[in-house]
């Protein structure tokens, strides 16, 4: 079966400063590989998305990750944060079948220092 | 287009009743899918649906049911609500591939007393 672990819960950063969120995986296959952002009270907006190709991916709002199949892992990385990236981040795995069921991590909560 | 909607935005019931959550989706999406978030835990699928008059168990179907009789609306349904339900529900609908994004609802918070 498929996992994902977000090993930090939290994590603070100063405005200005880069962000790295860690993201570890496990699947037999070829993984489908997202970031997902929730702000506040919001529902989940996608990120950037990975199924194969070129291991660095550019999303929106700034963000990149980068696929490491020999770490199992898709960091999600931005240079410079700004005070309205706090919000939560949920790394997810889908199963590339029909439905694409996707399995999440447990989320790393983000806070910006001014 | 308004996307995903989700309704009601907010509800409490008392331990034994029951209640529809509703999911409506305008952008003609064939897969649409329930989900539930509980602190710390991520999202959980409960219920998935690849087209209108099918759907199928996700990880933790028990306690739900769910119905497509059309594209757009993907109904879940509480029989008989325990505390352990008491969680946050979201709504998500693809177009086609499996490749395609997911699109999320604002999401559904429910209290079981």
């Known amino acids: 079966a498929q996992s994902v672990t977000q090993p930090d819960i939290h994590i603070t950063v100063s405005e200005g400063a880069s962000l790295e969120l860690r993201c570890n995986y496990s699947?037999?296959?070829?993984?489908?590989l997202f970031w997902y952002v929730q702000s506040p009270g919001q529902g989940l907006q996608l990120l950037l998305k990975?199924?194969?190709?070129?291991?660095l991916v550019q999303g929106i709002k700034g963000f990149e990750a980068e696929f490491k199949r020999s770490q199992s892992s898709f960091n999600l990385r931005k240079p410079s944060v700004h005070w309205s990236d706090a919000a939560e981040y949920f790394c997810?795995?889908?199963?590339?079948?029909?439905?694409?069921?996707?399995?999440f991590g447990g989320g790393t909560r983000v806070l910006v220092k001014p | 287009n308004a996307g995903v909607t989700q309704t009601p935005k907010f509800r409490i019931l008392k331990i034994g009743q029951s209640m529809t959550l509703q999911c409506t989706q305008d952008?003609?999406?064939?897969?649409m899918y329930w989900y539930r978030q509980d602190p710390g835990m991520g999202l959980k699928l409960i219920y998935y649906?690849?087209?209108?008059?099918?759907?199928d168990k996700g990880e933790v179907p028990n306690g739900y049911n769910v119905s497509r009789s059309t594209t757009e609306d993907f109904p879940l349904r509480l029989e008989l609500a325990a505390p352990s339900q008491t969680s946050v529900y979201f709504c998500?609908?693809?177009?086609?591939?499996?490749?395609?994004?997911?699109?999320f609802g604002p999401g559904t918070r429910l209290t079981v007393l």
């Open positions: 998500a609908s693809s177009y086609l591939t499996s490749t395609d994004t997911q699109y």
């Open positions: 699947y037999g296959a070829t993984p489908y």
């Open positions: 990975y199924f194969s190709g070129d291991t």
């Open positions: 997810a795995v889908g199963d590339g079948a029909a439905g694409n069921k996707l399995t």
């Open positions: 952008m003609n999406h064939n897969y």
């Open positions: 649906s690849v087209g209108a008059g099918i759907t």
